[in-house]
């Protein structure tokens, strides 16, 4: 299944980084972006979070305010650690499995490589954009950013 603008986010829960449940319905009501990365310290998935980390009180300080939610399938102890060393304000998520990686339609590329994805979320849980920023991490932070304001502009934030 791959989930496409306009339709409703798959709920899920999963092991955040200290190994609690993190459950995507408590965040109903409000806006988020989940990103989907390949491995923890990769260079480009490192690059992402860190463009995530950069523009976090940016995401925040908007009305209102927008949770980001990053998730790979690093087991929680590897977030941990990750999450640590960046110091991440966001939670990340571990999906061993690729459970929910797969309900939202994210690839993996020649077998191996998994897909990195983002999906801006509304309070309704509706999918308002969806950008593969496999190659770009450092623009990607900067293409959501863009399509908030145009959502914005339209009065659909």
Request: hydrophobic share 35%; charged share 25%.
């Amino acid at each position: 299944m791959v989930v496409s603008v306009g339709e409703e986010a798959p709920d899920f829960t999963l092991l955040d980084s200290d190994s609690n449940e993190f459950n995507f319905s408590d965040l109903d009501g409000e806006w988020k972006v989940v990103f989907f990365y390949a491995k923890d310290g990769s260079p480009t998935c490192k690059r992402g979070c860190l463009s995530f980390k950069e523009q976090y009180d940016l995401f925040r300080s908007l009305t209102p305010p927008v949770e980001i939610i990053g998730i790979s399938q690093d087991l929680s102890s590897e977030h941990k650690k990750f999450k640590e060393e960046l110091e991440l304000p966001f939670p990340l998520l571990s999906d061993p499995s690729r459970s929910v990686a797969d309900l939202y339609g994210v690839p993996v590329y020649l077998g191996q490589f998994p897909a990195k994805s983002s999906f801006v979320i509304g309070p309704d849980r509706k999918i308002h954009y969806v950008y593969d920023w496999l190659f770009r991490p450092r623009n990607h932070v900067a293409k959501i950013l863009a399509a908030m304001s145009d959502v914005t502009e339209r009065r659909e934030f």
